[in-house]
């Protein structure tokens, strides 16, 4: 706002400290108030503020002289019509019998010549009427009711700072500077157009939608723009995207500064830009004409994304396909009937309409010396094809009619009293003592439909509800540039269902059918998360393939994640797949090898017992205690097929099983070991003189046989009552499968069963050793010996060995041990036998087992 607005906003506040001598003064020092350029006298007036030119020189402020007045010229067609829609709205309600019956709106129409300073002297008019006498306070009841206006926000806020001190509600139709929903400041201020806060908002959204994360933006120098683009970037930031360079430019800015900053633009690697401008826009594109930019996507506010003027060949390599949000259209049902009955000859002397006149048409009422055709005023308007008659999208146009039917609602509201029974509780307020506070309060809560069906009220920030449409800018069959609606936002749904697209094919830059991509860095593939580059916005990063174990399914992953638990990252780190199990299974080479060789332990311990039973009248088998040998070859043909057990996917049987089988066989083979070398011992001590040793005879054997053996059964019972072993899923050892193993349970329960066989191994052990020296040709002791020391070495070096081993080889240990110690057992014990038995048959009798042969 310049400067000369607060100076006249302090003389303002002044007024009511001074008598009627200093009032005068004051209003001789503001000199002449601003005439309305149309006008109509009614019960309420409702002001109106457009900018109907463009202004053409800004003489410099001073605060000693009287500034000289703005040099306004070249009427602005759009705006005219958004004038001509405010009358016709007045005049509609003017003949509605439901709504302000019986009272007639006025209206003052002003000329803000889009400038802040001529909006400041546009406000005083408003307040103080159009004329004063010496003597008559110019501080005194507003002439008007309720502004509709002005159509920028440096405007409206330059207007408001006067305005807003007498309580005058303004509605804006086109200021959509978020800084003025605030209602500390501004409390009479509110517009029928969205906030820009939304509007920033729905930009980030669109930018993020398209995948744009690296985005350049520029804005104008004022409210508008420095207020729309900061909550821009605040959004963008929360939807991920970075912007790579934020310029500033203003209409006031040399040559050289918009240069440099289209030089900033073609030099930069983001290929959107984000340009909240609003005639700044047109200063822009000459440069980027002047530096050859194109192929860049525009991304546009909505002060210039409609703007007819920049729909041109000229602009139309550089602009085509730019995309960005505006209000809805709608329909003003008898609005262009209502335009084509504009002409002079209804105030032959108001020179807003000679002018209007004379732009349209092209001539003049006065004689020309430039050959230029005289008006007539019979012209028509239905002749020509203008903006100002075009109403097939009629969007701010649409936002006048609504405010002043929100005004008009408004003071129907206070002057009715709503007729529905409040009038017994409270005073009404009539037309002559109507307040414009008053219509602030009531304002506020108005709430009414239009005949479109459009709802229109305000929120506690006097805005209204925000939609969009999302427009594109395409060429049509005659290579002319249209908009083109191809989405829509409304921030008064859920988050994530606020933007539409309708599925309509849209134009991206410089006409080209395939979206372009605007990135810091190239996406990061799944199976990949982003590494922020020290020094760079979070958009550029590094991609970094993600650990074993862990994924990212999606592309530009900020984190991996890990797989759960029994679940493990396939080769491209995208997804998690199953664990692979791991178990010592049949149909794998080494455990078919292991099955094959307790199979083949197991048939030849069968074919021992078969040889054993066919020679079993023998000297040799009888000598050997045959009913121990069978029960010890039926031992070891449980304990080669007990290891079988061990094999296949582990079950809660299977495990159970396993062990225990394990143990009591070989609790059962070292019993009948330890029962043979008993037997054999005391044998031999029998037949010493003076032997008092009780004989070992064949129901003893039998029964420390069945005692030995129900004892590690009874082990065996308890730890499977107390805490058996049970499958189990180990995840802990190996990270990328899964082991199933069978845990034991009870770790006591396992080195108990294991700690029991030992025992009787060291037993079996020690009455051999005792018997070594025993008669050879009968002694298998020492064989029985060997056996134990073999026994013995395999189990000491599988404690070490089953504990070290990883997974599945666990499981091979414990089996290997089994196999080892019963084929150790088995050849030590029964090989010398078999091959005296089957190859060498003269060894086989009694004498020579007694040692009598003739060598002795």
Not at 137 to 158: K, L
Not at 469 to 477: I, M, P
Not at 604 to 627: G, I, M
Request: charged content about 15%; glycine content about 6%; proline content about 4%.
């Amino acid at each position: 706002m310049c400067d000369c607005a607060y100076v006249m906003l302090l003389f303002v506040l002044f007024v009511g400290a001074f008598g009627a001598e200093e009032d005068t003064a004051l209003c001789e020092m503001l000199g002449s108030p601003e005439f309305p350029l149309l006008s109509k006298e009614g019960d309420i007036t409702i002001g109106g503020v457009f900018s109907l030119h463009n202004p053409i020189s800004k003489p410099p402020s001073s605060f000693t002289d009287t500034p000289e007045l703005l040099i306004c010229s070249g009427i602005i067609m759009r705006q005219f019509q958004y004038a001509q829609t405010m009358i016709f709205a007045i005049q509609e309600i003017n003949n509605s019998s439901s709504l302000l019956p019986n009272i007639s709106i006025g209206y003052k129409v002003f000329d803000s010549c889009r400038s802040p300073l001529y909006s400041t002297r546009v406000v005083m008019g408003l307040m103080n009427g159009q004329e004063r006498t010496l003597g008559q306070s110019c501080s005194g009841q507003s002439s008007v009711h309720a502004v509709i206006g002005p159509s920028d926000s440096s405007s409206t806020i330059a207007m408001l700072q006067i305005a807003g001190v007498f309580q005058i509600p303004v509605i804006s139709y086109y200021a959509t500077c978020a800084c003025l929903s605030n209602r500390k400041e501004y409390p009479s201020f509110f517009r029928t157009i969205p906030s820009d806060y939304y509007q920033s908002r729905a930009l980030a959204k669109l930018v993020k939608h398209f995948g744009w994360t690296w985005v350049g933006a520029v804005r104008s120098d004022n409210d508008y723009g420095k207020n729309g683009m900061e909550t821009f970037i605040t959004a963008a930031r929360q939807e991920g995207v970075c912007i790579e360079y934020s310029e500033v430019i203003s209409s006031a800015d040399s040559s050289g500064h918009i240069a440099r900053v289209v030089r900033v633009i073609q030099s930069g690697s983001a290929k959107v830009l984000v340009a909240f401008l609003s005639q700044e826009i047109e200063i822009l594109l000459e440069e980027a004409l002047k530096q050859n930019i194109t192929g860049l996507q525009w991304v546009g506010s909505e002060s210039w994304i409609m703007a007819s003027r920049l729909a041109t060949k000229r602009y139309s390599g550089i602009l085509t396909g730019s995309l960005g949000f505006t209000i809805r259209k709608a329909k003003i049902p008898g609005l262009r009937e209502f335009l084509l009955q504009v002409n002079p000859s209804q105030d032959p002397h108001n020179n807003l309409l000679r002018d209007f006149w004379e732009a349209i048409f092209g001539c003049s009422f006065q004689p020309s010396l430039h050959g230029q055709s005289q008006c007539s005023g019979s012209e028509r308007l239905e002749d020509i094809n203008t903006s100002f008659t075009d109403v097939s999208k009629l969007r701010i146009s649409n936002n006048v009619y609504k405010a002043v039917y929100a005004v008009a609602h408004a003071m129907h509201n206070m002057l009715t009293c709503g007729q529905s029974g409040e009038a017994v509780k409270q005073l009404c307020i009539w037309k002559d003592v109507l307040e414009p506070n008053e219509v602030v309060k009531h304002l506020q809560d108005v709430n009414f439909t239009l005949q479109s069906g459009e709802t229109v009220g305000f929120d506690e920030n006097g805005d209204p509800a925000a939609t969009y449409e999302l427009l594109n800018w395409q060429r049509n069959q005659a290579g002319d540039i249209v908009f083109v609606a191809v989405g829509s936002y409304d921030a008064s749904l859920a988050n994530g269902k606020q933007f539409i697209m309708k599925g309509i094919n849209t134009t991206w830059a410089a006409g080209s059918p395939k979206r372009p991509q605007s990135v810091c860095s190239e996406s990061c593939l799944p199976g990949f998360r982003q590494a922020v580059i020290k020094g760079k916005p979070i958009c550029c990063f590094s991609c970094i393939a993600c650990a074993d174990g862990e994924i990212s399914n999606s592309s530009n992953s900020a984190e991996c994640s890990r797989c759960p638990l029994e679940y493990w990252s396939n080769e491209d780190h995208s997804q998690c797949v199953p664990k692979v199990t791991e178990f010592l299974s049949y149909g794998e080479t080494m455990g078919a090898l292991l099955a094959a060789f307790s199979l083949f332990g197991a048939s030849l311990s069968l074919v021992v017992s078969c040889v054993f039973f066919r020679f079993r009248h023998t000297p040799l088998v009888k000598a050997s205690n045959s009913e121990l040998s069978f029960l010890l070859l039926f031992s070891l043909t449980l304990c080669f097929l007990c290891s079988l057990t061990f094999l296949g996917r582990p079950s809660e049987w299977s495990c159970m099983l396993r062990h225990t089988a394990f143990g009591i066989t070989f609790a059962l083979c070292m019993s009948c070991i330890l029962a043979k070398t008993m037997a054999v011992v005391n044998a031999f001590n029998a037949n010493r003189p003076a032997n008092t040793v009780p004989q070992c005879s064949a129901p003893l054997q039998r029964t420390s046989v069945l005692s030995c053996t129900l004892l590690q059964v009874l082990v065996c019972v308890l730890w499977l009552t107390l805490a058996p072993p049970f499958p189990y899923k180990n995840t802990a050892h190996a990270t990328e499968r899964i082991i199933l193993e069978c845990d034991l349970g009870s770790p006591i329960g396992f080195w108990a069963v294991l700690g029991y066989i030992g025992l009787l191994a060291v037993l079996c052990f020690v009455f051999a050793f005792l018997a070594r020296k025993l008669p050879d040709n009968f002694n298998e002791a020492k064989f029985i010996t060997f056996s134990m020391l073999i026994f013995c070495a395999v189990w000491i070096t599988f404690i070490p060995a089953y504990v070290s081993s990883p997974g599945k080889f666990t499981v091979a240990v414990e089996i290997f041990a089994i196999l080892a110690s019963s084929y150790g057992l088995l050849l030590c014990i029964f090989a010398p036998k078999c091959i005296i038995i089957v190859l060498k048959p003269e060894l086989n009798t009694k004498k020579h087992l007694m040692g009598r042969t003739g060598s002795h």
